[in-house]
């Protein structure tokens, strides 16, 4: 089937592994409905690829197919690119399992349209302001610190900044692969979110981060406090306003028994601490609903 200019995935993108973790991800953000839904693919132990511009979704099922036999990030490109009659219309990022990168745009693609690809991350993008949207792309991946998921927000951030898609803005994505790092350790999907239509997406896709964090984030020792009897006030005081608690003296046991139900109520059990004790981020969120 033949594509319109209307299929042109205008957008800018990073695909990166950080090997002292065993983690693979890409983040996007497009001038384009749904972006989350085209471009990001990623397989723990295998790779990431990032699949835009005249996008042919195969590449990512096919890519990470061919990671997954043991080709190299750039045999990959080749052997994607090779055999697509459409290949100059296109623009791929692949990472492999050893964070080999290859990036690769098609003489097609409109400009601004390039890739840069570095030590365990490549950065591409098309329709673009300026070549500066990729190189500070790159760059700030380079140097920003925390987990690959923060670093990959970094980078789009600052890509963003620098100028980014000349179209305008409408969506983004994070993807995390690692394995037995999703929910409950039942998956190897640790952060897929999107943002399909917004007019800051990249802000609203670290907003619903930092919560997808406090949600299925382990609790730090640094957090978890006993419960005085000042913050139990505290506490107790604002599961009366939620209507987990009646008003006046409660026991021990009818004030545990409501914090734990508010816990399970809001999706906190990940965050939930033996009898007596808090995690300090979830008495923040409850400061922050009242």
């Not at 009659?85 to 791929?92: G, L, M, W, Y």
């Not at 993008?125 to 500070?136: D, M, P, Q, S």
């Amino acid at each position: 089937m033949k594509q319109k200019r209307s299929d042109i995935i205008a957008t800018f993108s990073i695909v990166a592994h950080d090997p002292a973790t065993g983690e693979w991800g890409v983040a996007v953000q497009s001038k384009f409905l749904g972006v989350g839904a085209v471009v990001p693919w990623a397989k723990a132990g295998v790779g990431a690829v990032a699949t835009q511009a005249f996008a042919n979704p195969a590449y990512g099922p096919e890519g990470l197919g061919l990671l997954e036999q043991g080709l190299s990030a750039s045999e990959v490109v080749e052997r994607l690119t090779s055999k697509d009659p459409h290949s100059e219309d296109r623009q791929v990022g692949i990472i492999d399992s050893k964070g080999r990168s290859a990036s690769f745009t098609g003489e097609n693609c409109y400009d601004w349209a390039g890739g840069k690809a570095g030590t365990n991350y490549a950065a591409q993008g098309n329709i673009l302001v300026n070549k500066e949207t990729v190189t500070a792309m790159g760059e700030t991946f380079e140097k920003a610190q925390g987990s690959l998921a923060d670093r990959l927000l970094a980078a789009i951030k600052a890509a963003q900044n620098a100028g980014g898609d000349s179209r305008g803005k409408q969506s983004a994505a994070l993807l995390v692969v690692k394995d037995q790092a999703g929910y409950g350790g039942l998956s190897d999907v640790a952060v897929d979110l999107r943002v399909d239509d917004h007019p800051e997406p990249i802000e609203e896709l670290d907003r619903i981060y930092q919560l997808q964090q406090l949600y299925f984030g382990a609790s730090e020792d640094s957090d978890v406090v006993e419960i005085n009897e000042e913050l139990k006030e505290e506490v107790a005081n604002r599961l009366q306003h939620f209507q987990y608690l009646s008003k006046g003296e409660v026991s021990d046991d009818e004030f545990h028994e409501a914090l734990t139900t508010y816990l399970h109520t809001e999706n906190f059990e990940g965050r939930e601490q033996k009898r007596g004790y808090i995690d300090l981020k979830v008495y923040e969120f409850m400061k922050k609903q009242t």
